[in-house]
Nanobody
Framework: EVQLVESGGGLVQAGGSLRLSCAAS????????IGWFRQAPGKEREGVLC????????YYADSVKGRFTISIDNAKNTVYLQMNSLKPEDTAVYYC??????????????????WGQGTQVTVSS
């Protein structure tokens, strides 16, 4: 069973940084496509970035290019989202997701099989 637990959210001023963690259990992250998503109040869940394990390519939403990066600690079976130069419009609940596909990844929520519970990120202006 795919289980994901996010942590690391909080309140930060615009221009600041946060690192979110996504601890995985029940599977090995090295074998799964991993995505980070976010959902702001009243808006649909949107893809932030995803990592294709097949070729190691990261796909980014235009809104986060150059500011957000993904990394993985295989020893801890944990995925991280590093967020820099945060803006008020980055305020949302952030989720990590996984699906067993080694060939690609997608920024479409419906493609993913397992989800965490989310962690709140609030960026003040």
């Amino acid at each position: 069973e795919v289980q994901l637990v996010e942590s690391g959210g909080g309140l930060v001023q615009a221009g600041g940084s946060l690192r979110l963690s996504c601890a995985a259990s029940g599977f090995t992250v090295d074998d799964y496509a991993i995505g980070w998503f976010r959902q702001a109040p009243g808006k649909e869940r949107e893809g932030v970035l995803c990592l294709s394990r097949g070729d190691g390519t990261t796909y980014y939403a235009d809104s986060v290019k150059g500011r957000f990066t993904i990394s993985i600690d295989n020893a801890k079976n944990t995925v991280y989202l590093q967020m820099n130069s945060l803006k008020p419009e980055d305020t949302a609940v952030y989720y990590c997701a996984a699906v067993q596909d080694g060939s690609t990844c997608r920024l479409r929520p419906s493609w993913y099989a397992g989800w965490g519970q989310g962690t709140q990120v609030t960026v003040s202006s």
